[in-house]
C-alpha cells in the first residue's frame, strides 16, 4: 500500500524556472493540502483541495497554482520559481468527509526537498 | 484563527529519563489537537490526537498527552525515552469540522545514550 506519493524527491531550479510538483494517494481520500517546512517555522500550508474539483488558498499561497487533476492526484505549479521558494514540500490527504471524527488524521509523503539558485 | 507555540526549538535528554514537550494554542472556536513525529528524512506521521472525551491521550510508542482547556495546553511526555525517539516532534491544532491543520515550529528531542 503506497499511501501518498510524491514525485521528484530532489530537485535544483534556477530562478525563473517553472516546474511541477505531483502527488498522488491511493487511499481514497476527499482532501489533499500541500506544506512547505522551513527551519524554525515549522509546516505552513500553501494550498488545499477539500474535495475534488475545489481548491482554496492556504496560508502562503502566493507564488503557486495548484490543480486538483482528479480525486487521487493534486500538482503544485512553481511558474516562476524564486530562492525564497527553497524549501521541502511535503503532500498529505485525508479522509475530509469520515462520519468517525475519531478516524480523522493527515497521511504525508516523504517530501520534495526543492532548492532555488 | 488558530496558532500553535512550542516552547522549545530542541530538548536534549538522557536514554530512559522522562521527557515532556510542551505546546500552547490558542483559537477563537473549539479545536482538535495533535502530535505528529518526524523522524529523518520522512514525512510526518500521527502520534496521537485529542477530539474529546477523556483529556489524558494515549499514543503510539509509549507518549502520551494532557489537554488542559484552562492552559491552553497540550504536552506531550513520555516516561523513559529510547534512542529511537530521537525526531522532530510538531504539535498541531484544527477547528473542528475543518480539516485546515496548523502545525508549530516542531521540537527536536535529542536523546543521549
Known amino acids: 500500500n503506497a499511501g501518498v506519493t510524491q514525485t521528484p524527491k530532489f530537485q535544483v531550479l534556477k530562478t525563473g524556472q517553472s516546474m511541477t510538483l505531483q502527488c498522488a494517494q491511493d487511499?481514497?481520500?476527499?482532501?489533499m493540502y500541500w506544506y512547505r517546512q522551513d527551519p524554525g517555522m515549522g509546516l505552513r500550508l500553501i494550498y488545499y483541495s477539500a474535495s475534488e474539483g475545489t481548491t482554496d488558498k492556504g496560508e502562503v499561497p502566493n507564488g503557486y497554482n495548484v490543480s486538483r487533476l482528479n480525486k487521487r492526484e493534486f500538482s503544485l505549479r512553481l511558474e516562476s520559481a524564486a530562492p525564497s521558494q527553497t524549501s521541502v514540500y511535503f503532500c498529505?490527504?485525508?479522509?475530509?468527509?469520515?462520519?468517525?471524527?475519531?478516524?480523522?488524521?493527515?497521511?504525508f509523503g516523504s517530501g520534495t526537498q526543492l532548492s532555488v539558485l | 484563527a488558530q496558532s500553535v507555540t512550542q516552547l522549545d526549538s530542541q530538548v536534549p535528554v538522557f536514554e530512559e529519563a522522562p521527557v515532556e514537550l510542551r505546546c500552547n494554542y490558542s483559537?477563537?472556536?473549539?479545536?482538535?489537537l495533535f502530535w505528529y513525529v518526524q523522524y529523518p528524512n520522512q514525512g510526518l506521521q500521527l502520534l496521537l490526537k485529542y477530539l474529546s472525551g477523556s483529556t489524558l491521550v494515549k499514543g503510539i510508542n509509549g507518549f502520551e498527552a494532557e489537554f488542559n482547556k484552562s492552559q491552553t495546553s497540550f504536552h506531550l511526555r513520555k516516561p523513559s525515552v529510547h534512542i529511537s525517539d530521537t525526531a522532530e516532534y510538531f504539535c498541531?491544532?484544527?477547528?473542528?469540522?475543518?480539516?485546515?491543520?496548523?502545525f508549530g515550529i516542531g521540537t527536536k528531542l535529542q536523546v543521549i545514550p
Open positions: 487511499m481514497n481520500h476527499n482532501s
Open positions: 498541531a491544532v484544527s477547528p473542528r469540522g475543518y480539516q485546515k491543520v496548523t
Open positions: 498529505a490527504s485525508s479522509d475530509g468527509a469520515s462520519t468517525r471524527r475519531e478516524d480523522e488524521k493527515l497521511f
Open positions: 483559537s477563537s472556536v473549539s479545536v482538535y
